[in-house]
Each structure stands twice: as C-alpha cells, then as structure tokens.
C-alpha cells in the first residue's frame, strides 16, 4: 500500500516537473509539440487538471457551507 502511494506521490511530481519544463519553454518561444501530445495520449495531464478542478471546486463548496464565501 505504501510502495503505490509512494509511486502515484512520483508520478505526479514528475509531471508536474515537466509540465513546469514545458511552460518554460513555451514562454522562451520553443514549443515542444511532441511533449505536449505525449502528456495528452498518456492521460497524466487530463488527470492532473481533473484533480486540481475537483480540490478547487470543493475547496469552494467548503467554504459556501461554512458561510465564508456568500
């Protein structure tokens, strides 16, 4: 159980590294286009911003029940 932990823990890190490498070039004028594709086919991208729209949304929904974001 902790050795799975652990390897989703590094999966994540390691495509959050790539996607920050992707974003730099991007802003230098390089596109890595390959890169890019390859994030989508391997779903890790999807699944990264599917996570972070379900902790922001209920981070929000939190916060509206406890009556601090009306």
């Given at each position: 159980?902790?050795?799975?932990?652990?390897?989703?823990?590094?999966?994540q890190?390691?495509?959050?590294?790539?996607?920050a490498?992707?974003?730099?070039?991007?802003?230098k004028?390089?596109?890595?286009?390959y890169?890019?594709?390859?994030?989508?086919?391997?779903?890790?991208?999807?699944?990264?911003i599917?996570?972070?729209?379900?902790?922001?949304?209920?981070?929000?929904?939190?916060?509206?029940?406890m009556?601090?974001?009306?």
């Open positions: 159980m902790k050795l799975q932990l652990i390897e989703n823990i590094c999966k890190v390691v495509s959050l590294v790539l996607l490498g992707i974003c730099l070039l991007y802003s004028g390089i596109i890595p286009v890169l890019l594709v390859l994030f989508l086919l391997s779903g890790t991208l999807v699944s990264l599917f996570r972070t729209f379900t902790f922001i949304l209920k981070t929000i929904l939190v916060l509206i029940a009556g601090m974001l009306v």
